[in-house]
């Protein structure tokens, strides 16, 4: 088992800056590839991104790419994602989740999830 605590959320104005923060326990957190997902009020899960176990590889989204960064630091069973030139269509509640295996956009592959935390950019 792994559970996994989203944080970092909150309200921000467009072009501004957030960074989350999801803190990991149970088995071994530096096997697993991680993923960041958000899903809007009305609108399907989406893949925001996610990175190897290793940190080596990164994947993101084509709307994100460019403004979001996802990193990892396995000794303290961290990941985080940092968001930049925020838009209003950001907006959302985002999780991290954990899979075995390699980083996949299918939301549905994913073995474990967070609670999320919700971000908020105003226009």
């Known amino acids: 088992q792994v559970q996994l605590v989203e944080s970092g959320g909150g309200l921000v104005q467009a072009g501004g800056s957030l960074r989350l923060s999801c803190a990991a326990s149970g088995r071994t957190f530096s096997s697993y590839p991680m993923g960041w997902f958000r899903q809007a009020p009305g609108k399907e899960r989406e893949f925001v991104g996610g990175?190897?176990?290793?940190?080596?590889?990164?994947f993101y989204a084509d709307n994100v790419k460019g403004r979001f960064t996802i990193s990892r630091d396995n000794a303290k069973s961290t990941v985080l994602l940092q968001m930049n030139s925020l838009k209003p269509e950001d907006t959302a509640v985002y999780y991290c989740?954990?899979?075995?295996?390699?980083?996949?956009?299918?939301?549905?592959?994913?073995?474990?999830w967070g609670q999320g935390t919700q971000v908020t950019v105003s226009s």
């Open positions: 990175i190897s176990w290793s940190g080596g590889s990164k």
């Open positions: 989740a954990a899979r075995g295996g390699s980083v996949t956009a299918a939301s549905g592959l994913y073995e474990y």
